[in-house]
């Protein structure tokens, strides 16, 4: 497997992946809604050049968040090697934090980036609520028939602030 920048050669499937999985390619976090197609992204590729899987990611001052991450096929490290690979970047870029949100339903990736370094450093009650207005697609039961309510957010810190 190898980690690479996303490239147009990859970018039609790996936008109908996340559509797929997100309800379209606008994701909604603090209130707004960003589209996947404008950031930049990670893929994971097989060495038969399959698309594994990807992380969207953003920076803003000194921060670096993962908006979209998901596995095409799960359990076999592409989770792992995409953190990592975002994680090297926002180091180079010198970035304070890496952060990124995701529901109360989501035990599984909760545990997941919880074993992988990250914190809980914030939830946000009913935010839900307010992103279902800015995208009506937005479910209102989530993983395992839980409802679908809060925000979590996670962060790694990766410098300390001078
Ligand atoms: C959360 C998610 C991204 C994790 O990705 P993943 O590719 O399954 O992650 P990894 O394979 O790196 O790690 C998952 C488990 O597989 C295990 N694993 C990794 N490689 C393995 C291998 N070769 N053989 C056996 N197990 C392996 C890991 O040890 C890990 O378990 P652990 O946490 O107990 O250590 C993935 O479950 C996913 O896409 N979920 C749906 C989308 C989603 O919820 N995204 C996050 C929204 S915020």
Redesign the pocket.
Known sequence: MQIVALSDEFRKETERFAAE?WGGLRVAAHRELYCLRELPCYIALSDKREIL?YSYYRFSTDECEIMA???VR???????ALIKAVTELAVSENCRRLY?Q?TND?T??L??YQ?RGFTICAVRLNELEHLRKLKPAIPLTGIDGIALAHEIELEMLLAKPI
């Open positions: 999985s899987g991450i998901e596995s799960q359990n076999i490290g592409v989770g792992t990124l995701t989501n599984h990736a545990r997941f074993r």
